[in-house]
């Protein structure tokens, strides 16, 4: 995937033209003004190229001949890019894309919650247990519980040892990250540390169905606070 110095103004116009394709501010054929873009972000016509390049690696744009450069379909994105599900989020809390991510980590993390189960070393037990420290420990901040959740569904997938279920990782973060701006200050937000807790000890365990039916509850039972949170 595409990396790109998200400071500066070269990531900022990355950014902001990426964001208004995912949200669909700029619809799929829809033209892409170069000089505007160097007018608006008062950069030079070189900076925009170069963010336009990056925009196109991940399937965005295009440009052709006497046309000009153009929003690809969306048949065309890279869906699974990690920038690309960030700037759909943006701001904004997106119920069917919300709800897209979930059916796929249903689908995803209980398949590889069962594989680490039979292939998890000592090390990654360990790192799965520091996550579930931080995230129950008093006086903990938002910020560190985000990145205690992130850790744990990340590290069980890398627990699968399996090259392709890794690369879901940027589809785990993107979701957990909207899913804590939404649910963060709902009160049994907590509960949740308990649910981790038992599908790490069904890993620990080797205990392949009571793993991936573990990881399943947990799953379901964030959707549905999710839905009524929405």
């Keep these: 995937m595409n990396s790109y110095p998200r400071r500066g103004l070269h990531g900022r116009v990355v950014q902001v033209v990426g964001q208004r394709i995912a949200q669909g501010v700029l619809s799929p054929e829809d033209a892409i003004d170069v000089v505007s873009l160097e ?20 399937g965005l744009v295009d440009a052709r001949p006497k046309r000009g450069t153009f929003v690809r379909p969306r048949a065309d994105w890279s869906m699974l890019d990690p920038d690309l599900l960030r700037w759909r989020f943006g701001s904004r809390t997106d119920e069917n894309f919300i709800g897209e991510l979930t059916e796929v980590r249903l ?14 070393t000592e090390e990654e037990l360990a790192k799965l247990d ?40 940027g589809v785990i973060e993107a ?23 038992a599908v790490a000890e069904a890993v620990r365990a080797r205990d392949e169905d009571a793993a991936e039916a573990t990881m399943r509850s947990l799953l379901t039972d964030t959707a549905r606070r999710l839905t009524g949170a929405i």
């Design 39 to 58: 007018a608006e972000f008062g950069v030079s016509r070189t900076v925009v190229r170069e963010s336009l390049k990056v925009l196109a690696a991940k």
């Design 107 to 120: 689908i995803v993390e209980p398949a590889a919650a069962r594989l680490a189960a039979s292939r998890r």
């Design 175 to 197: 979701t957990l990250r909207s899913n804590h701006r939404t649910l963060f200050h709902a009160p049994e937000w907590h509960r949740e540390v308990p649910q981790h807790r």
């Design 130 to 169: 520091r996550a579930i420290m931080v995230m129950g420990r008093l006086g903990t901040t938002a910020q560190e519980v985000i990145g205690a959740d992130i850790a744990f569904h990340c590290g069980l997938l890398r627990a699968s040892h399996n090259e392709l279920l890794e690369r879901m990782e």
